[in-house]
């Protein structure tokens, strides 16, 4: 049965093929295992699921980029539905913040919600520490941290 699995793009499911093929080639120098053309479509598609797992984990920690298509947020939508990317949404936060900005400060949160605020703001923060969103949010974690003293 084959395998269905959900690539981010065209570029993702390359970089997992190219990787999955060239580890299957290092087994197969090594240990006489099959290369990978003598490997089944299905034997292929599940070294690539393998791999693309090590290649996502591979850019959360930092170890390389990716020349994806441009990462895209989880929840915001522009106006037809459609998520719109990271970067953009990172840059109209930012754009937002300085056109506003009174200089007023409101207190809405207390410190209970003030610490849950930041907490995901640096989960956020972790989650894409090389992006600019995680930027914004590590930013913003830190000015809350600061005005409540900590």
């Not at 290092?26 to 240990?31: I, R």
């Not at 970067?87 to 300085?98: I, K, P, S």
């Not at 956020?124 to 520490?129: E, S």
């Amino acid at each position: 049965m084959p395998i269905s699995f959900r690539y981010a793009d065209d570029a993702e499911r390359e970089h997992a093929e190219r990787l999955a093929a060239a580890r299957q080639q290092l087994a197969h120098e090594g240990v006489l295992n099959p290369s990978w053309e003598e490997l089944t479509d299905d034997e292929r598609a599940g070294a690539m699921v393998e791999a693309v797992h090590y290649l996502r984990a591979g850019r959360r920690v930092g170890l390389y980029g990716f020349d994806a298509a441009p990462a895209v947020t989880a929840m915001v939508r522009d106006l037809a539905g459609k998520p719109i990317p990271r970067d953009d949404y990172e840059a109209f936060l930012r754009t937002w913040m300085d056109d506003k900005d009174t200089g007023d400060r409101l207190p809405v949160l207390d410190g209970a919600e003030a610490f849950v605020v930041t907490a995901l703001l640096d989960e956020l923060a972790g989650v894409y520490p090389k992006e600019p969103l995680g930027q914004l949010a590590r930013e913003i974690a830190v000015r809350i941290n600061d005005r409540r003293g900590i």
